[in-house]
């Protein structure tokens, strides 16, 4: 069956879209069929009808004004699908059928409009490729031009390309992810789409890169041959060529990111510190960046958010952004007053970009003019000498004074929302807009005329001139008018109401037109007009890219001052060593949830030759959150901040490694400890003397004693090996023996106090292991039951003295080895004739006997020796 030219048009369209959802312009509204009816009014919850309903196959159909068309394109790309937007290109003629294109494919990576976009986010569209070397990375946002590359390539560590560009990904929380269509990189545990797309070969990408950026080569960005990161930026290149229908004006240059620029954060490490989500709820509230981020602009939330993620790794760098924050803390006068020039400045990145791709409206250029407006002030209060980088923004500062004045003569005072609404163009900036203006505002007074002079001419008082959009002007007259008086010769019947006829004239009808005329002259005026000065602001998207990022610069040194201000911060001292020492360390996000002055700041020193500490203590007593403070602080000092502590002597750190808490991972079909396992294997396989680890609790999801060796034989590895600077947590008492065995390992333990069978938290580090774990005090704060608490009292007393019943009892009436012993077997063998010694049964041993009666205090370490080296021989001989 042939199908109308409409649906020809429409299949057509769709053949070319296969993988959007294709919203086709019909009049007012974009009509949507087929599968794609049906998915979009699932998600966008819209009636389901059909085109041709009488049809044999009725077409599924549904549809959504023009007008309200960005809501519902927003929740299908919120829901993951891409959406292509067909629109008519000619107005409709009577005559064939009306030409329509898709003007824009919308897919996660590629948003632009203000109300889908998170202000203090980047919106990131990635490309990776796989290479013999290691992988390339490409990432930009196009809502801001934002356009890097990086090379990750294979080194000592093996598998360690993979890791970096899972923690790359994870970083940059990129909103899609391009790969090869042949030979796709895996990327496990991803949340964005990963659409296969071609176009990744090196050699063609240099070329295409090179000839938008207008450029004869690739190095003055710092790119140099034809690498895998550069075979990914040239996918990415290609594929916003064809969603954006080759309108990219706003990518004006491309950034290479060295790999070793950054201290590397691996995913379950910014995860397990809370640096931008809480791990119990995902909440803001709580995190690093909760209490950071005072930032106010979206260009600064952006900076902070990237810094936070991506703390640097070069000590000079560092040390310049401390000097900005210096010179921020101590000129409060200067900072205040930079604080409220940043307040009236909204997103120059965003709305330069809107202007260049041609699709700011009169609204976003206002906005754009208003915060211009403070930037010649805000640049006169940045030092011009030291203060490191607000001295050098301060001498490259654009203040786009020229681009103010452009948009402020041109706009009106008050824009309206579309600019079919007219009034967008200020008066004097056109004399035939300014005429034509006049007319429309004579057209009131001219009607006013008229209907007096008609009122005359007819002896009608009662006639009336009005207007409407379906018939225009017309004259109106009642019936009972009309038959007293009738109406000159020149009235011409328009229409017949039950109670009125209403008429034309020929001089209304030439005041009709020259009205008509006038409105439709201003509007195609007002439009060139803007058009033009749009493409003026566009022409500029380079400076407004710059005076935006540096607004986002100083926007986030002022954020960190505030920081620094608030809490009583320190500048640290960044070293190129391996020092580690910090005085009273303050967990930055806690305190800030705490009464000021209550939090309990501790010493940490990881310096010298001993740069592993093993951390003892109860539950809740705060073994956690010391391990997390220490990572966080030296975070902050390499990001450029202040950080909470009295002072603080760092090493740079070339990488946290974190391995705190852990949950099953059901989907991967993985257990809590096989989790636990994983994270801790990439730890031992990454480390480096440069590296900070914080472990808690290793070895615990598996029984005591091979979560004991585990334990013991990682601090071994890292004590050992890299020698890198450690904290581990354990409840393993056994693992503060290591300290006697290493030199390079100390004790320290969480201090508490009993008190009638009560604890009380202490929350201070102190010299030494600790010998208890409290754990039924810590059970009964929990709230269990009292006989439950009772019962755990005696089994633990009775697993202490080594004599319990298979039922946790104590064993009364058995003698060893005597009558109504229970028949022993063979240790480990099931063998009758050995003995087997379990918990809950085993006979006691002489040699257990012994060791209970060794008083190992005044013991000599040649006694011990010697008692051990017996103990082993009747072990051996039993």
Known sequence: MSLPPLMQQYRRIKAAHPDAVLMFQVGDFYEMFHDDAKLAASVLELALTARDKNAPEPIPLCGVPVQAADGYVARLVRAGHNVAVCDQMEAPTGKGIVRREVTRVITPGTVTEAHMLEGGRANYLAAVCGAGEGYGLAWVDISTGDFRLMDILMDTGGDRPAERLAAELARIEAREVLVPETDPPA???LAAPVRPVGGFDPKRAERALAEHLQVATLAGFGVEGPTPGVGAAGALLAFLAETQKGVLPQVTALKRVPAEQAMVLDPATARNLELTRRLADGRREGTLLGVLDRTRTPMGARTLREWLTAPLRERETIARRHGAVDWLVGHAEEREAIGEALKGITDLERLGAR??????????????????????GLGVLLPEYGAEVLGEIRGAWDDLADLHDDLVKTLSDEVPAALKD????????????????????DVRGALTRMEAAERERTGIDSLKVRHNNVFGYYIEVTRAQLAARGVPDDYRRKQTLANAERFITPELKELEAKVLSAADRIGRLEAELFAALRARVGAQVARLQWTGAAVGAVDTLWALAGAATRHG?????????RDLIVREGRHPAVE????AGTFVANDTDLSGEAPVRIVTGPNMAGKSTYLRQVALICLLAQMGSFVPAASARIGVVDRIFSRIGASDNVSEGLSTFMVEMTETAAILHHATPQSLVILDEIGRGTSTFDGLSLAWAVAEHLHDGPGCRTLFATHYHELTELAAARKGVRNVNVQVREWNDEIVFLHRIVPGGADRSYGIQVARLAGLPRPVLARAREVLANLEGGELDREGRPRIGHSRGGEGAPEAT??????????QYDLFGGEGHPVLAELRRLDLSNTTPLEALNTLQRLQDGLRGS
């Open 422 to 441: 007219g009034g967008a163009i200020r008066a004097g900036v056109s004399s035939e807009l300014d005429e034509l203006r006049a007319v429309g505002r």
């Open 569 to 577: 911060w320190v500048r640290p001292e960044i070293t190129e060593g």
């Open 592 to 595: 800030a949830l705490l009464p």
């Open 355 to 376: 202007a260049a791709m041609g699709r700011a409206v009169p609204r976003d250029l206002a906005a754009l003019a208003a915060s211009l407006a403070p930037l010649p």
């Open 187 to 189: 990327l496990e545990g």
């Open 826 to 835: 063979a240790a480990g063998t099931g063998e009758k004739g050995g003995v």
